[in-house]
């Protein structure tokens, strides 16, 4: 038995010499030391031996054991080292490559021109005022000088709730909870920024959802020419100082009087062109005095009190700041015209 060991180990250390995989080692270490292998099949024969032959023979065969299992263990720790060093290769990282540079994010145009408008505002000493867009009928028309049955509702078709509950079609509702608030004090001086609907149809210069800042100032001996100086002074700062404005009459619930306000065209600087239809101007906002009746239901007293009003649509000063054509391009999240304003922000 011991001339079978000893030629049981010669064959399984050529065999194992000769190995040249992972799966080949493990099906070597199967067929001599597995349950059913060559060194198992030996060793069954050892119940026929004598009692001084079983050590002897138990030796040698846990040393044929010991041999095979060494070079087993050696053959397989060869096998991982090279399966390292080849993963290492094929992910190897070229750290002279340039890197990747990462999209760069922008402000969004119209939170641009937004953020320009209040910051204009606030350095003429104007406070921001904001209110709900889900707005009461009373708030939204009636206290702007719309009652229930006036036609001029029907220039604002509007998102009814219930009969009393709408999504504000303006952000003049602030106006009247501003005044409220001040319970009678002046000045008042805000602008009113915010989301505002309306049941309009998408196209180039319209949509259901858009953007308004509304600004009021209350105060004794308030004139018309207070706004008109004011809304210069905007004017320049968002277009520049060659800008120049002028009012045409036009009518509005909430203010009398009231004004359309034009604005010299930002692309031929008021010498005519497309844009502006050869005209040299381009509307820009409304405005007008505020109605008596709404500052009463501001809580004031029109005798002692003025104000004036003005209301402007930040895409439409957007459209104009950035000559862009169509509104929708404002909220189609097309990643080549936002791209754009990156370098701006």
């Known amino acids: 038995m011991k001339e079978r060991l000893e030629a049981l180990r010669t064959e399984a250390l050529q065999e194992l010499e000769r190995v040249d995989s992972p799966q080949r080692l493990s099906d070597l270490r199967v067929k001599y030391l597995g ?8 060793l069954r024969g050892m119940g026929a031996l004598s009692a001084e032959e079983r050590p002897v023979i138990g030796q040698v065969a846990n040393d044929v054991r010991a041999a095979i299992e060494q070079v087993i263990e050696a053959k397989q720790a060869a096998f991982q080292q090279a399966e390292t060093e080849n993963r290492l290769r094929a ?25 320009e408008i209040e910051d ?18 009373f708030y939204n028309f009636e206290a702007l000088n719309l ?17 009393e509950i709408l999504m504000r079609t303006h952000t003049s ?18 602008i009113c920024p915010g989301k505002v609907y309306r049941r309009d149809d998408d196209d180039a210069t319209h949509s259901f959802q858009f953007n308004q800042i509304e600004g009021l100032v209350v105060g004794p001996n308030i004139r018309m020419s207070d706004l008109k100086g004011t809304l210069l002074q905007f004017v320049q700062l968002m277009f520049g100082r060659q800008a120049q ?5 036009s009518f509005f619930p909430f203010t009398e009087p009231s004004a359309e306000v034009d604005v010299t065209c930002v692309q031929c600087g008021g010498h005519g062109c497309r844009m502006c239809k050869h005209t040299g101007w381009l509307e820009i906002l409304g405005c007008g005095m505020v109605h008596p009746r709404v500052l009463e239901y501001g809580g004031y007293d029109p005798e002692k009190v003025s104000g004036f009003a003005f209301g402007m649509g930040v895409e439409r000063i957007a459209l104009l700041k950035y000559g862009i054509d169509d509104i929708r391009h404002f909220y189609t999240n097309d990643l080549r015209f936002l791209g754009q304003f990156v370098r701006m922000s």
Do not use: C
């Open 35 to 42: 349950k059913k292998g060559a060194l198992t099949e030996i």
């Open 91 to 115: 992910e190897t990282i070229d750290v002279t490559l340039p890197g990747k540079r990462p999209p760069s994010g922008a402000v969004h145009p119209l939170n641009k021109v937004a953020q």
């Open 147 to 163: 009652p229930k049955d006036h036609p001029a509702r029907d220039m604002q078709d509007s998102f009814y709730i219930t009969d």
């Open 120 to 137: 204009i505002f606030i350095g003429l000493g104007y406070t921001i005022a904001e209110g709900p867009e889900v707005e009461t009928d």
């Open 245 to 249: 404005i002028r009012l045409r009459p």
């Open 173 to 190: 509702p602030v106006q009247i909870r501003t005044m409220r608030a001040m319970d009678g004090k002046t000045p008042v001086k805000v």
